[in-house]
T-cell receptor, first 112, second 116 residues
Framework: EDQVTQSPEALRLQEGESSSLNCSYTVSGLRGLFWYRQDPGKGPEFLFTLYSAGEEKEKERLKATLTKKESFLHITAPKPEDSATYLCAVPPFSGGYNKLIFGAGTRLAVHP | KAGVTQTPRYLIKTRGQQVTLSCSPISGHRSVSWYQQTPGQGLQFLFEYFSETQRNKGNFPGRFSGRQFSNSRSEMNVSTLELGDSALYLC???????????????FGSGTRLTVV
């Protein structure tokens, strides 16, 4: 069964304290892994798509990496405005690209 | 450009009633997907519509249904509401032509449904 597991469930960081979020996946054939950010009361906001092991993408303080079994979202020198829930998702092997299986998310809190 | 618009933002309904939620996709987007988000189950896929046809379906009971109009706007309907249907309902739109989510797969802010 296609599955996405994220850890930790919650993470508290001091401003400037770098860390990584993990997303492990089991899917018959990976057709992309997606990272989203979700603020309270809002819909998920697209961050990155990764397609193959070894691929990396960066955006400001965020860098996403992908291996054959998991993805990491590295946050360098975070600021309070990076506080949000970070979600990763994969499309199932069958069922089209516009159907995503989401992990439960990591709630990140960055304190000044 | 305007984003994905969902109406209403908040809704309170009584058990047994039915509800209709609306989603207007980004102009030019032909695919609309619906998700249910709850604290216990997270984000779960409901269904996807493309060119007025249901293209994908998640594992939800038949009380959950949807449709898409010729202008790509979509509605979802939940009949005989149960307490467990309380959730944030999100829709996402994309171009749909190549079916890849990163081709503008954009979420709306959702409709918060509370069933009492």
């Amino acid at each position: 069964e296609d599955q996405v597991t994220q850890s930790p469930e919650a993470l508290r960081l001091q401003e400037g304290e770098s860390s990584s979020l993990n997303c492990s996946y089991t899917v018959s054939g990976l057709r992309g892994l997606f990272w989203y950010r979700q603020d309270p009361g809002k819909g998920p906001e697209f961050l990155f798509t990764l397609y193959s092991a070894g691929e990396e993408k960066e955006k400001e303080r965020l860098k996403a990496t992908l291996t054959k079994k998991e993805s990491f979202l590295h946050i360098t020198a975070p600021k309070p405005e990076d506080s949000a829930t970070y979600l990763c998702a994969v499309p199932p092997f069958s069922g089209g690209y516009n159907k995503l299986i989401f992990g439960a998310g990591t709630r990140l809190a960055v304190h000044p | 450009k305007a984003g994905v618009t969902q109406t209403p933002r908040y809704l309170i309904k009584t058990r047994g009633q039915q509800v209709t939620l609306s989603c207007s996709p980004i102009s030019g987007h032909r695919s609309v997907s619906w998700y249910q988000q709850t604290p216990g189950q997270g984000l779960q896929f409901l269904f996807e519509y493309f060119s007025e046809t249901q293209r994908n379906k998640g594992n939800f009971p038949g009380r959950f249904s949807g449709r898409q109009f010729s202008n790509s706007r979509s509605e979802m309907n939940v009949s005989t509401l149960e307490l467990g249907d309380s959730a944030l309902y999100l829709c996402a739109s994309s171009l749909g032509a190549r079916g890849e989510p990163n081709y503008g797969y954009t979420f709306g802010s959702g409709t918060r449904l509370t069933v009492v």
